[in-house]
């Protein structure tokens, strides 16, 4: 659990109204505040704060969704995550695969079919795999079918850059060349390197993963910016990697480009599979569905120049992802088709791995609001009144 106790004394009524006051005319809350809002601020109050930016940012009752389909080309990873249990770190590991152009394209075939828009493309960080393979697919996946391919997160581009050589803006223009449309923002659970050094010490530090979406915002790439609570980190380090997103965010466009178009984050799942679940200080993991909720909402406040905010389904489920929508969120994430990340952990998925675009909808409207498809630059595609 998150450390929550009041050190500011603040006066709890001049701190919500401080904030009010600021929300509708778009002026941004600053650190202290938030940290002071977090800790003082009820469910329903800060609810209702998040919703105030949403209403301004997004006015009116429409949420969006995606169709779209997950693929993992290959399970086996170098990185190790103590919070993962679907990686195989030895390539002979009778459950280690590659999947091969023949199975990528049933499953893109299958997805086409079902309407989707967009492929999300991502994997482990396998040594080997040379750098021509993801060229080559990437390439391959645009010459064969029409369909919008998203791909790698910048823990994978730090992959390609080990076994190539090549500098990350070098691969990411030539990933773009070859038919990448989007950097996923996979991998940044959370951005401050005393949490990822303790539950991650193999991956990319949190510079490192800056840089890299940086590079590919200077592209024109599609990014998306994420978060994963409950690694056992406090408020200050939540606070540590939300300030990191907001000000990459405020460099990008202060240079006219868009950014990150979307922020989603979840909670930490983790069962026998992984070896924080394996750990006798297991308990100490994870977030409440309400901490979830009051993060979700302090995000959305705090993160006042990234436009759209996702309530996650695979994680909690479609009922919170309801709730969640009533927090400041304007998305409910996608169809996803296929799930096995997040499934191997134990969350929701792990029995059911997909959503239909019936569905959504139904969740949508359930909370009482309008669903849209959308694509994954959040243009309307159609809305179902």
Known sequence: MIDLPDMFGIDRDQLLNKVAA?????????REDAARLFRIAELTEIGMLA????QRIHPGRIVTYLVDRNINYTNVCNSDCSFCGFYRHNPRDPEAYVNSKDVIGKKIAEALELGATRIL?????????????????????????QIELNAFSPSE?????RVSGKNYGEILRELQQ???????GGGAEILDDDVRKRVSPKKIGADLWIEIMEAAQDLGLTTTATMVIGLGENLEQRLNHLDRLRELQDRTQARGLKGFNCFISWN?????NTSIGRSRHAASFGASASEYLKNLALCRIYLDNIPNHQSSWPTLGPDMAQVGMNFGCNDIGSTMM????????GAPTLHRWSMSPEELR?????????PAQRNSSFEIVQIFE
Do not use: C, T
């Open 22 to 30: 600021l929300l509708p005319e778009g002026r941004r809350i600053e």
């Open 51 to 54: 919703n105030q930016v949403r």
């Open 121 to 145: 493309l991502q994997g482990g960080h396998n040594d080997e795999l040379p750098y021509d393979y993801y060229l080559d697919l990437i390439s391959w996946i645009k010459d064969k079918f």
């Open 157 to 161: 581009v730090h992959q390609m850059h």
């Open 178 to 184: 070859a038919g990448l449309s989007g950097l996923p």
């Open 268 to 272: 930490l799942m983790h069962n026998q």
């Open 338 to 345: 296929e799930e096995n990340v997040v499934s191997a952990a």
């Open 362 to 370: 139904a969740h949508i409207r359930g909370a009482g609001f309008i």
